[in-house]
């Protein structure tokens, strides 16, 4: 519907009035500030291969930051029929479909060239900094705009000729600049603390002689048909030298081994269907929102369902584990979760030893040890899917005390420079909600005070 003849409570709600009044005085619309806006698509027939063109998903997309996290690629030439929302240095990325829109960031060096579905927009920004206009968005003056167009029931959707009526404020070149410099920062904690983490990961493989070692993929070879029996397969893949080695190798690890079964329960989650979810509310936590990092929301249940399935409430110190469609993914919980329900793909895992830290246990579960085990049980299927007995069977290195212990404070490390990353974000979005509501320097004045920028 034309944005002149809206009708409904929503558009007129007093929130998103109020917040338009505060900012209109001094503002102009987005289309003022751009010079191109394109939303991208999905190839048809899409099969993703495991690597080409990075292709970014409403998932992939966080408020001022780009997660690489369950990341899909496109073949070459199934970019060249979307090659118009090819992304470009400095691009603002803007999702506008489903629960998860309202949701910008800028293309940074790490993912130029790659691609967005149709559930995102690029914009082309002039005579703005292109942190700046994302972090408006992000914030609640320019997601109230989001919400207020926003339009449709089964997919809900921002239209390209609403984006451009968006109000951006005009703040000066100053504030706008504090602000660049703050995500920046943020940006080096983030690539600072992946850095970090893949080092601690090589660390991990150090230790058990595996530094170095690349799986490969060898065309012939003998097993016995003992093996096959034991094993309960007789499918060839399964019997790939490669993944003796890495089983060899955790079970010559010198502190020890066990399987998973022996260090930690294993409790497996719910599934409630697509027609218990909801436009707001307890966030349902699919495998596509778990990462080793962070947990994303996309889907919703209601208050009352979450009443009913409260035991599936993970709790502090677990570990949430993937077990489906991307099997082998998990997160610790360092800190008391808020209200969630993981979905049946995900398993919680509590530990009942203190042979191992939990730390570490993470670490190890998303390192290639545990990789290449799930590679070989799955192998194979069309739908990928790790049996709780093949999960509990796998086999984990227990290094020693002290190694332990300097892993975990590398990790923690590499999680606590996210942490500050994602906070200095929270922080220029609040400067920029300050600075609208009193002024320019109050915001900048607030922004020194909480921060390193200056």
């Known amino acids: 519907m034309h944005r002149d003849t809206r009708l409904d409570a929503t558009h007129y709600h007093p929130w998103h009035l109020e917040n338009l009044s505060k900012i209109k005085a001094k503002s102009q619309p987005l289309s003022e500030f751009i010079t191109y806006i394109s939303g991208g698509a999905t190839p048809l027939g899409a099969v993703y291969p495991?690597?080409?063109?990075?292709?970014?998903?409403?998932?992939?997309?966080?408020?001022?930051?780009?997660?690489?996290?369950?990341?899909?690629?496109?073949?070459?030439?199934?970019?060249?029929?979307?090659?118009?929302?090819?992304?470009?240095?400095?691009?603002?990325?803007?999702?506008?479909?489903?629960?998860?829109?309202?949701?910008?960031?800028?293309?940074?060096?790490?993912?130029v060239g790659a691609n967005i579905n149709q559930h995102s927009v690029k914009m082309t920004v002039k005579n703005v900094a292109p942190y700046?206009?994302?972090?408006?968005?992000?914030?609640?003056?320019?997601?109230s705009q989001?919400?207020?167009?926003?339009?449709?029931?089964?997919?809900?959707?921002?239209?390209?000729?609403?984006?451009?009526t968006f109000l951006i404020p005009e703040l000066g070149k100053e504030f706008q600049d504090m602000i660049a410099s703050c995500c920046r920062?943020?940006?080096?904690?983030?690539?600072?603390?992946?850095?970090?983490?893949?080092?601690?990961?090589?660390?991990?493989?150090?230790?058990?002689?595996?530094?170095?070692?690349?799986?490969?993929?060898?065309?012939?070879?003998v097993k016995n048909f003992s093996d096959t029996e034991s094993a309960g397969r007789?499918?060839?893949?399964?019997?790939?030298?490669?993944?003796?080695?890495?089983?060899?190798?955790?079970?010559s690890c010198t502190g020890g081994w066990d399987t998973l079964e022996n260090l930690v329960t294993l409790k497996k989650c719910v599934e409630v269907g697509s027609k218990a979810y909801t436009e707001d509310g307890i966030p349902f936590v699919r495998v596509s929102n778990l990462s080793p990092f962070e947990i994303t929301q996309e889907k919703y249940i209601s208050e009352e369902l979450y009443a009913e399935i409260t035991e599936h409430q993970p709790k502090q110190g677990e570990i949430l584990l993937s077990k489906d469609a991307t099997p082998g993914i998990a997160h610790y919980l360092r800190e008391a979760p808020d209200k969630m329900v993981p979905a049946g793909g995900i398993l919680r895992l509590k530990s009942k030893t203190d042979k191992i830290g939990n730390e570490y246990l993470t670490l190890v579960l998303n390192s290639i040890l545990t990789q290449e085990q799930v590679n070989r049980d799955v192998g194979g299927s069309v739908i990928l899917h790790w049996r709780p007995d093949q999960v509990a069977g796998t086999v984990i290195p227990i290094l020693h005390q002290e190694k332990q212990a300097e892993i975990?404070?590398?990790?923690?490390?590499?999680?606590?420079?996210?942490?500050?990353?994602k906070d200095l974000?929270?922080?220029?979005?609040?400067?920029?909600?300050?600075?609208?509501?009193?002024?320019?320097?109050?915001?900048?004045e607030w922004l020194e005070s909480v921060s390193d920028v200056a």
């Open 425 to 444: 974000l929270e922080c220029a979005k609040r400067a920029v909600e300050i600075a609208i509501e009193q002024d320019e320097q109050a915001g900048i």
């Open 146 to 164: 989001s919400t207020r167009h926003i339009v449709g029931i089964t997919r809900p959707a921002l239209d390209y000729s609403s984006i451009k």
């Open 408 to 421: 975990e404070q590398k990790v923690i490390e590499s999680f606590n420079g996210r942490k500050r990353a």
């Open 50 to 111: 495991e690597e080409g063109v990075p292709f970014l998903r409403v998932q992939n997309i966080m408020p001022n930051y780009i997660s690489d996290s369950g990341i899909k690629y496109l073949s070459p030439s199934q970019n060249q029929e979307i090659l118009r929302s090819q992304l470009k240095k400095d691009d603002v990325l803007l999702t506008i479909t489903g629960v998860s829109y309202g949701k910008s960031a800028v293309v940074t060096d790490e993912f």
């Open 185 to 221: 920062i943020a940006e080096k904690l983030r690539k600072d603390s992946k850095e970090c983490y893949t080092e601690v990961q090589t660390l991990l493989l150090s230790e058990l002689g595996l530094a170095d070692w690349q799986p490969k993929q060898q065309l012939t070879f």
């Open 132 to 143: 700046f206009l994302s972090t408006f968005l992000n914030c609640k003056y320019g997601y």
């Open 234 to 251: 007789i499918d060839a893949d399964y019997f790939q030298p490669k993944y003796d080695d890495i089983v060899n190798a955790i079970k």
